[in-house]
């Protein structure tokens, strides 16, 4: 992170998975939810809690039972923590899908705590496949649709009209569509609510989703450049360390070159004010300012 | 038409499905082909050849024989018809994937008549589920991807590589999202070709995709000002009658609405000439251009 000049990090769980199907899969559910809870102590006490500058605690639910996902939000919360995993495909992974109230205690605890649901490419366990024998750079590529899939579905779904200050991150899907999908829903909502029965109200689907999605990008001047279509307070970075898509060791360079033309305050939100508020993290509380630069980070790893 | 101001239209086919899938899925190949021909010559000679000052030619191919389906291409060719229809995904409908040669007769026949091979939403029979009981919105909402999907494969395939001058028309795939795609396959090939082993020689993807491919869109803001990125002669309009996604009667209203502010000489290339040229489909030759207005046409229909 120093190399990269890069501050702070949310890391995701990769040995028990986006959401935690490791522990979901287990036969023993007993033994599960004592070990799930070990690995968020871990992941928020030690982990995080050794280096709170850097770090954005991000915790796992038990998937197998919405209430005790509840609970596990709720403790997690009153230790800091304000965000937790979830699957963008929970069908795909054996679970019931959105549509119904199934994860409604669950939902209902992260609304209560403040807790920003975070939903990971490829937390479903799927890639869209178009045909076997196909150049896996057709599956790179279109990663970024399961997170256009995954907001559509909750747009769709009761979940934000019934959770109204519900948060969502999508993480790592890009942004430069997002203008185009906003415009879509509105178009299909104008088009055909009158027989597919859709109701929000005298509002427009587009201005729900503005509420309740943070958009997160590697490299993608397409978005930058319709930011304000987007939302410049929706808008998030990430390096995607220490995955093949980073552009680590080089990442304000790279990040520089696409905010070309961006005022500072715009750059500041999307660099980290809109993380440090979605996650109520405040690194500048523990580390001075001047501490925290791309220039004073490279410094310490004496590069 | 006439009284949704439209001067030209390309019908793709319903009844024999998007590229001629019935025919496809006969038993008895001789009877398919016989049928399958006097489709193509009903369609051209007498549903476009009564009115070829506003039809666009649009034939079927024998999926079931890329040989066929290439003599099939110079027989039509030879009429004037110079637009065939073909799979978004023929692995979908059980035929084999693009990734290998099995099609390549086909598309030659394609590359050396200037035919366009016309990909539809939904010609691979097959939409974007992402659960069961999923509001019907959300496929609607996705059905653009198949598109999205479908230029992806044909990117990374040999195909456009190997025919460096045949034309896709990716019809009803909209156009918003296209900036996005062609920045994230440019970085796709950046990041990965190392290991991926693609190669397009001292050039980018996102270039080769530009000489191959014709956009289309319904209604589209955020494709319109990112149109420079797209390419201006690669997009074209369509009102999608007589679907329910369609802006029928009110089309030019529609339209002239999303192309505020784009200068005539763009409004025409994307209204008509970037059509014309493609199709090489003149209607100008045969009926005066005063009486291709809008306000012309609508006088015809008495509205």
Redesign the interface.
């Known amino acids: 992170m120093n190399r990269n000049g890069v501050l702070g990090s949310m890391c995701f769980p990769s040995f028990v998975q986006f959401c935690g199907q490791l522990f979901a899969r287990a036969r023993d559910k007993d033994v599960a939810i004592h070990l799930l809870r070990a690995y968020n102590d871990w992941h928020i006490d030690e982990w995080c809690g050794s280096h709170p500058d850097r770090f954005i605690p991000l915790a796992i639910p038990p998937l197998w039972d919405p209430e005790l996902m509840a609970d596990e939000v709720r403790r997690v919360a009153d230790k800091g923590c304000h965000a937790v995993t979830f699957s963008e495909?929970p069908?795909?992974l054996g679970w019931p899908?959105?549509?119904?109230g199934h994860w409604d205690p669950f939902f209902a605890a992260c609304e209560d705590t403040g807790t920003v649901v975070c939903l990971h490419i490829g937390s479903s366990s799927t890639q869209?496949e178009?045909?076997?024998?196909?150049?896996?750079?057709?599956m790179?590529?279109?990663t970024?649709?399961n997170t256009?899939?995954a907001a559509?579905?909750l747009l769709?779904?009761p979940v934000l009209r019934r959770f109204p200050t519900l948060q969502f991150a999508l993480s790592e899907g890009?942004?430069?569509?997002i203008?185009?999908?906003l415009?879509?829903?509105d178009?299909?909502?104008q088009?055909?609510r009158f027989?597919?029965h859709?109701d929000f109200g005298d509002r427009l689907p587009s201005e729900v989703a503005r509420e309740h999605f943070t958009f997160c990008f590697?490299?993608?001047?397409?978005?930058i450049?319709?930011r304000h279509?987007i939302g410049v307070d929706r808008i998030t970075w990430e390096c995607d360390y220490p995955h093949?898509?980073s552009s680590w060791p080089h990442s304000p360079e790279a990040l520089a070159k696409q905010l070309e033309g961006v005022p500072d305050d715009e750059v500041a939100k999307i660099t980290h004010e809109n993380a440090m508020r979605r996650f109520r993290w405040d690194p500048f509380g523990r580390r001075p300012r001047e501490r925290c630069t791309v220039g004073a980070l490279r410094a310490e790893a004496g590069s």
């Open positions: 495909n069908h795909k899908h959105i549509f119904g869209i178009t045909a076997p024998g196909a150049p896996i750079d057709v790179i590529t279109l970024p649709l256009m899939q559509t579905d769709w779904s890009g942004t430069g569509w203008p185009y999908w415009e879509r829903v178009y299909v909502y088009q055909h027989w597919t859709q590697i490299s993608d001047r397409a978005g450049d319709e279509r093949s898509d």
